[in-house]
T-cell receptor
């Protein structure tokens, strides 16, 4: 089992809809989680970090963490074509020597 | 402030040659990661430096790959006897601590002919 798993997609949503991106992790000791966005040909950039159970909102983005079920999600409200990118989930893993582990990414396409 | 920088931005080399890729992390960041990303693929972890600890080399794909970090700052990734399958974008990231937010450099695109 991979430490951090994401559906590779592509996930396609119409403009204005809510995009829901999901991520599961295997290390129950993981404490810190991050969502990155990567446009084609560019480097990943941080969207949000989350450390506590529950929801964390920042503008159109909401990160959700459920440690009991070991999943993290990212909701994008009022999706825009400019949100089309690959979204990477990352979590810390003490099973892996305390470093950040990235999922393979989910490709999101927002259709006008 | 300055972000993570990498050089060169592009490198074209011939099969069998050695290459060196450089990463300048954000000042004060103790952790530095190298990743490789092939076209359309996810991030492949290569190596992780954390402070003065021995580096985590568990992701290096072969003994042709090595990396060092001098003075806890600049890092160099060296690929010896390059092969065509080494062609990829090599990304460097730094963070204040090992499990903090990582900030990525712009990457080096390596093409092995």
């Amino acid at each position: 089992q991979k430490e951090v798993e994401q559906n590779s997609g592509p996930l396609s949503v119409p403009e204005g809809a809510i995009a829901s991106l999901n991520c599961t992790y295997s290390d129950r000791g993981s404490q810190s989680f991050f969502w990155y966005r990567q446009y084609s040909g560019k480097s990943p950039e941080l969207i949000m970090s989350i450390y506590s159970n529950g929801d964390k909102e920042d503008g159109r983005f909401t990160a959700q963490l459920n440690k009991a079920s070991q999943y993290v999600s990212l909701l994008i409200r009022d999706s825009q074509p400019s949100d089309s990118a690959t979204y990477l989930c990352a979590g810390d893993s003490y099973n892996q020597g305390g470093k950040l582990i990235f999922g393979q990414g989910t490709e999101l396409s927002v259709k006008p | 402030g300055a972000g993570v920088s990498q050089s060169p931005s592009n490198k074209v080399t011939e099969k069998g040659k050695d290459v060196e890729l450089r990463c300048d992390p954000i000042s004060g960041h103790t952790a530095l990661y190298w990743y490789r990303q092939s076209l359309g693929q996810g991030l492949e972890f290569l190596i992780y430096f954390q402070g003065n600890s021995a580096p985590d080399k568990s992701g290096l794909p072969s003994d042709r790959f090595s990396a060092e970090r001098t003075g806890g700052s600049v890092s160099t990734l060296t690929i010896q006897r390059t092969q065509q399958e080494d062609s990829a974008v090599y990304l460097c990231a730094s963070s204040l601590l090992g499990v903090d937010t990582q900030y990525f450099g712009p990457g080096t695109r390596l093409t092995v002919l």
